[in-house]
């Protein structure tokens, strides 16, 4: 048997194949399923890309490890794609970037698969632009139990949106850089004040983008230590 080292570019066994999901407006988007080969999934993560119009896309690299890591290591399911008008090494969704309005329709239509193919425990994970749509779209969806933000920077959600969550007892997580571009954690504790329940992970020496693996590491043990405790810390090495 194999120790392979957990590194950047590691793509562990999984159950992978593309998917199309389609939306209540006729638009047909982009995606792949990664799931677990010898176990049923314990969790569910759809994963809410960056700002598509700065580059983000279902293949962000955090969403890529996701991928490539967690079905093997933690018996969870990664869904990603690529929101309306977004183009990846996977193709490109139909439709056209609406700023986080008709994106509803998109997250909506990723949660419906979940729900088709009976995928369990199903969290909404956002980078970025994608915690906006996680925030003012999550409290819609009943079988969403809970979301993790990463890079939280509010520039689309109101705090209206934000209040919603109060209606419901899902979980929210928000991991918040100590050098993010956009907000950093002390302004998060303020920005987020009208969820007092929120659970704000302070990321020491981080940036907005999680650069290098120490940063994917911290993400994905995170993660993974809110839908599948059982499973974290993740090991370093996989046996194959």
Aim: glycine fraction near 6%.
């Amino acid at each position: 048997m194999t120790q392979i080292e957990i590194r950047s570019s590691v793509e562990l066994p999984a159950n992978r194949k593309p998917i199309t999901l389609h939306t209540s407006d006729g638009i047909t988007l982009i995606g792949e399923l990664a799931l677990p080969i010898d176990a049923k999934p314990v969790a569910t993560l759809i994963m809410l890309h960056p700002l598509p119009t700065a580059g983000g896309f279902m293949d962000s690299h955090i969403y890529r490890k996701a991928a490539n890591r967690l079905p093997a290591l933690a018996n969870i399911a990664v869904l990603r794609f690529n929101t309306r008008g977004t183009s990846s090494p996977h193709g490109t969704s139909e439709g056209t970037f609406d700023h986080g309005n008709a994106e509803r329709l998109d997250v909506a239509a990723a949660y419906e698969f979940a729900l088709a193919n009976h995928l369990p425990n199903i969290w909404l994970v956002g980078w970025s632009f994608g915690t906006e749509l996680a925030l003012k779209y999550g409290p819609d969806f009943d079988q969403v139990v809970g979301t993790i933000l990463l890079s939280p920077p509010l520039h689309r959600t109101s705090q209206a949106e934000l209040a919603r969550w109060n209606q419901n007892t899902k979980r929210i997580i928000a991991l918040v850089p100590e050098h993010d571009d956009y907000l950093k954690p002390a302004e998060a504790a303020i920005a987020f004040s009208v969820i007092p329940r929120i659970e704000i992970i302070a990321v020491d020496d981080a940036k907005h983008l999680w650069v290098g693996e120490s940063a994917t590491k911290r993400v994905l043990n995170e993660i993974v230590g809110a839908v599948a405790p059982q499973f974290a810390p993740l090991p370093e090495t996989f046996s194959a």
